[in-house]
């Protein structure tokens, strides 16, 4: 059986986290929450995540700058960066430099969630997404 | 002139003289004491008599010239005189002879050559005096009718003057500023208020081409875009990096041959006017963001439970979350209608033109609308020529506004109606002309123009299903304005409606706004 997936939910929005936790622990992955960027940065240092799903728009400490912190140290991690629609100040770019594995707008559905994380999982040459 | 009186008046000496001379000669024979009387009368008369049809002509001869008289003086008078002293030599020598044949002493002959000369003198002074004081009076007259004249003209220089200076203080005062150009280009006349909003000294620019020596090429639009009656011009300020937009209504200044002798230009100052639509499609934008994010996680979560990943639901358990689901789209797009609208408010939205298929994005949004079309048994039928062609447009854009036009269509158009979706080349227009007509229950007259504004609702709505943001409409003129192009909507009540626009076959290029 394929280990359970470990997926990290960096977002202040914590009722939009526990939605997509409930669901992806529904569908068989192992779900750690996180408000902050500076919490993130510790919890990934820790080494105990295979995926991370990373809000762009956070107080204090921002999505990119979060990225940032993390590739500092991290260069493999497959991070998927969560967007709000009309994100007309997000400069992809420079996310997309810091190296990212796929983009999910918040509005899109849960199983246009899953899609990406599925995407992102088979690209990586380790991880497998759970069978369903 | 006076040649014409010196003739009268010496014809008129000759005459007398001889009317004079004749009873005097016929009664020649006879020197009796009444005769020298009677020659003594003739020699009085004649004398009267001459001076005063002399001057009577002389003054029947000045009148009769009334017209040069105007612009002559009482310096004729001296004319008058000589005149007259020149008649008296004339009839002199005939009054001596007269007196020599009279039968009397020398001394009486002096006597009455004294009372004579006396008469004469006196009656000519007399005379001479009523002329003067006519002259005069004529002459004060002419004096008078200048003086009333020159006050006139004086008054009327006064009044213009009045109100070029009021005019001049107007436009001096006035916050607008107001440049006028010939049809040269060169400025003829700016205000203090023009000269502060485009920073320049009207001592320097009069007589000049505006543009000279200007460094803002905003400002040249000024005196070449004539044709647009209002445009806006961003101008930098030299000294740092502040902003300023003017907007410029322009007049073409004509004569009365129609000819273009000038422009005038009013400039108004629209910084702040912009600084607070920025400010105001900010807030929009950040409270659109701010509802969006709740709403997001209303429907995550609500998904979760529809979806029965919490556990399953009970029939009145779905019935109910579909009404909070449906609120919440609607919600949804609500805002996204805000923010769309805000963006293209703000002349933020920019369009990816490319050239494409109009055909294809009318069967895309066909097919997405045909399946709500058949939940009340509406046919929508599509006529698009297979040579139309290709037009620069941004898909998504024109996919929004089809989408909403279709979907109208759908909503006010009652079980069983038809929607024809139409797309033809117009090259009178040089633009492909697009159109949605449905058999619905159509618009009044009177609220066809106010149908492009925002939240605006015409007519009764009574179906239920007819729900919307209004903001669609709004959108789609934008969008379609944004495009080049035009849209309008037909419609009759009870007939149907049919919402048209256009698409042109080449857009401009894009016009490079410094800063």
């Given at each position: 059986m394929d280990p359970t997936i470990r997926v990290l939910i960096v977002d202040d929005e914590q009722d939009f986290a526990e939605s997509v936790a409930f669901w992806l622990s529904s569908k068989g992955y192992e779900v750690t929450k996180a408000e902050r960027g500076a919490t993130a940065v510790e919890l990934v240092m820790e080494g105990r995540h295979d995926i991370l799903f990373l809000d762009i728009n956070m107080p204090q400490m921002s999505g990119i700058e979060t990225l940032r912190r993390i590739r500092a140290f991290n260069k493999t991690l497959p991070v998927i960066v969560v967007t709000a629609a009309y994100?007309?100040?997000?400069?992809f770019a420079d996310v997309n430099a810091l190296g990212v594995s796929g983009f999910f707008p918040k509005e899109g559905t849960m199983s246009q969630l899953m899609h990406v994380l599925e995407v992102a999982l088979r690209s990586h040459r380790t991880l497998k997404p759970p069978a369903t | 002139m006076r040649l014409t009186r010196m003739v009268i008046g010496h014809l008129g000496w000759i005459s007398l003289a001889g009317f004079s001379a004749a009873p005097w000669a016929f009664g020649a024979a006879s020197a009796s004491e009444t005769e020298q009387t009677m020659r003594m009368a003739i020699i009085v008369g004649t004398v009267l008599g001459a001076v005063l049809i002399g001057l009577l002509l002389y003054q029947f001869s000045q009148r009769s010239s009334q017209a040069q008289f105007k612009g002559?003086?009482?310096?004729?008078l001296p004319a008058a005189r000589a005149a007259v002293a020149e008649d008296t030599k004339l009839f002199m020598p005939v009054v001596l002879e007269q007196l020599n044949q009279l039968a009397m002493a020398p001394e009486q002959r002096q006597r009455v050559a004294r009372t004579v000369s006396e008469i004469v003198t006196q009656t000519f002074e007399k005379q001479v005096n009523t002329v003067k004081r006519q002259l005069n009076d004529q002459y004060g007259q002419v004096i008078e009718e200048k003086r009333r004249n020159e006050a006139i003209l004086q008054r009327k220089y006064q009044d213009t003057l009045t109100e070029k200076k009021q005019t001049v203080a107007i436009l001096e005062s006035i916050a607008e500023g107001l440049v006028v150009v010939n049809n040269r280009g060169e400025v003829v006349m700016m205000n203090p208020a023009a000269e502060r909003l485009l920073a320049v000294n009207q001592q320097e620019r009069?007589?000049?081409?505006?543009?000279?020596?200007?460094?803002?090429?905003?400002?040249v639009s000024l005196v070449k875009g004539s044709k647009d009656h209002n445009q806006e011009i961003v101008l930098s300020a030299k000294q740092d990096r502040t902003k300023r937009v003017l907007r410029a209504s322009n007049a073409v200044i004509t004569d009365e041959n129609g000819t273009t002798v000038g422009m005038v230009a009013v400039l108004s100052d629209v910084t702040r006017q912009r600084e607070l639509d920025q400010l105001k499609s900010e807030f929009v934008s950040k409270v659109g963001h701010e509802l969006r994010t709740p709403i997001v996680a209303m429907r995550h979560a609500l998904s979760i439970l529809t979806d029965q990943v919490a556990g399953p639901m009970s029939e009145e358990q779905q019935k109910f979350a579909g009404i909070v689901q449906r609120n919440l789209e609607r919600l949804g797009a609500l805002i996204n209608d805000l923010l769309d609208l805000s963006k293209l408010e703000a002349h933020k939205m920019e369009l990816r033109l490319e050239p494409n298929a109009i055909g294809a994005v009318i069967q895309t949004v066909c097919d997405s609308l045909d399946a709500w079309a058949k939940t009340k048994a509406i046919a929508i039928s599509k006529r698009v020529p297979d040579d139309l062609p290709a037009v620069p447009f941004d898909q998504a854009r024109i996919t929004q506004v089809l989408t909403n036009l279709v979907g109208n269509a759908i909503k006010f158009t009652p079980k069983q109606g038809r929607i024809t979706v139409e797309a033809k080349l117009d090259q009178e227009q040089q633009a492909v002309v697009v159109s949605v007509s449905d058999t619905g229950i159509g618009i009044a007259k009177e609220d066809l123009p106010k149908l492009?504004?925002?939240?605006q609702q015409v007519g009764e709505r009574t179906?239920?299903?007819?729900?919307?943001?209004?903001l669609g409409l709004a959108i789609t003129k934008e969008i379609i304005e944004l495009h080049h192009g035009r849209v309008w909507a037909e419609s009759e009540l009870q007939q149907g409606t049919r919402f048209v626009f256009t698409l042109p076959l080449t857009q401009p290029s894009v016009a490079v706004t410094p800063g």
């Open positions: 994100e007309d100040e997000t400069n | 002559s003086s009482v310096s004729e009069v007589g000049k081409p505006l543009t000279e020596n200007l460094r803002d090429e905003q400002l492009f504004n925002k939240f179906a239920s299903d007819i729900s919307g943001t209004g």
